[in-house]
């Protein structure tokens, strides 16, 4: 949505496993210069987190340090 919440019912599920669907979520962070980025996750219960491939714990609130330039976040549900 506009306000960047995405409804988890929006999203396609695929199976992993037979009783465990997975939803994946993927969005870019662009930053002109080095800084610091927030990242909210309302409910982070259940949810595995990826910054540019590398794996970051889930938290209410997620600090990160980026580089100047496009980050791939990937949220897996």
């Given at each position: 949505?506009?306000?960047?919440d995405l409804?988890?019912?929006?999203?396609?599920?695929?199976?992993?496993?037979?009783?465990e669907?997975?939803?994946?979520?993927r969005?870019?962070?662009e930053?002109?210069t080095?800084?610091?980025v927030?990242?909210?996750?309302?409910?982070?219960a259940?949810?595995s987190?990826?910054?540019?491939?590398?794996?970051?714990?889930?938290?209410?609130?997620?600090?990160l340090?980026?580089?100047?330039?496009?980050?791939?976040?990937?949220?897996?549900?």
């Amino acid at each position: 949505t506009v306000a960047g919440d995405l409804p988890l019912t929006d999203l396609p599920r695929f199976w992993l496993r037979k009783d465990e669907p997975l939803a994946v979520a993927r969005f870019t962070v662009e930053r002109n210069t080095a800084g610091k980025v927030t990242l909210k996750l309302p409910d982070p219960a259940g949810l595995s987190l990826w910054v540019d491939g590398v794996p970051v714990a889930a938290a209410a609130e997620v600090r990160l340090d980026l580089s100047a330039g496009t980050h791939t976040v990937t949220v897996g549900v």
